[in-house]
């Protein structure tokens, strides 16, 4: 199966009211390009599940102003002024999540689990609506797995197989967003034959990875 494909394509499988996984942590590992195209398509009511939300330089601040997303889920959004207008006109449901939580939360989809107790946010406004549970006297809150439709993601190779590996910080929330959608897209920088990297430096096997985009294609 040939996975490779071009941006515009890959991102006609995103349809109204799906959700979609955006890897990167501000710009580090954004995956652009599939953003920029998700943005020319006008689908809407979306829910984006985004670490941050990007910045104003980033093509996932677009796909928030142009009011194509209906919820947000994220960690930090103050780098995306767009994303703190939503919240505060509720225009958009915009769910935030301390960043460890929102990650294990991803990391729990992937791998079936059905959820988690955290001490973070015991007390606090991020406990509301959600389900305490005390454990030899230490209050926990417990945290659901979350799951998308879609993941778009950024690495820095791919092989024909969709074997991934990535530089320094843009492994980020992209490594576990692959494992947690139903269908992956993958950006890369670079395009290989099978068998041209090394098992050893792959980080996301290419069984969860079902399109390939290379960038400037």
Avoid: W
């Amino acid at each position: 199966m040939n996975k490779l494909t071009t941006s515009k394509e890959a991102i006609k499988r995103v349809k109204n009211g799906q959700s979609i996984m955006v890897g990167g942590f501000l710009a580090s590992g954004h995956p652009e390009t599939l953003v920029s195209s998700l943005v020319e398509t006008k689908v809407k009511n979306l829910t984006i599940i985004s670490n941050d939300t990007g910045t104003t330089e980033c093509a996932i601040y677009n796909l928030i102003k142009t009011g194509q997303a209906s919820t947000i889920l994220a960690s930090y959004i103050g780098a995306n002024p767009e994303t703190g207008r939503l919240l505060m006109t509720k225009e958009a449901e915009v769910q935030l999540f301390p960043q460890g939580t929102l990650a294990e939360k991803i990391r729990a989809g992937g791998a079936g689990i059905g959820g988690f107790l955290t001490a973070v946010g015991v007390g606090t406004i991020v406990e509301e609506g959600k389900r305490k549970i005390e454990i030899e006297g230490i209050e926990y809150l417990l945290e659901l797995p979350l799951k998308a439709d879609i993941a778009l993601i950024k690495a820095h190779k791919a092989d024909e197989n969709g074997n991934l590996i990535f530089k320094g910080s843009t492994r980020n929330f992209n490594a576990i967003m692959a494992t947690a959608a139903d269908y992956v897209i993958a950006e890369v920088e670079e395009y290989v034959k099978s068998g041209e990297i090394d098992p050893n430096d792959v980080i996301v096997p290419g069984i969860l990875v079902d399109a390939i985009v290379k960038v400037g294609e």
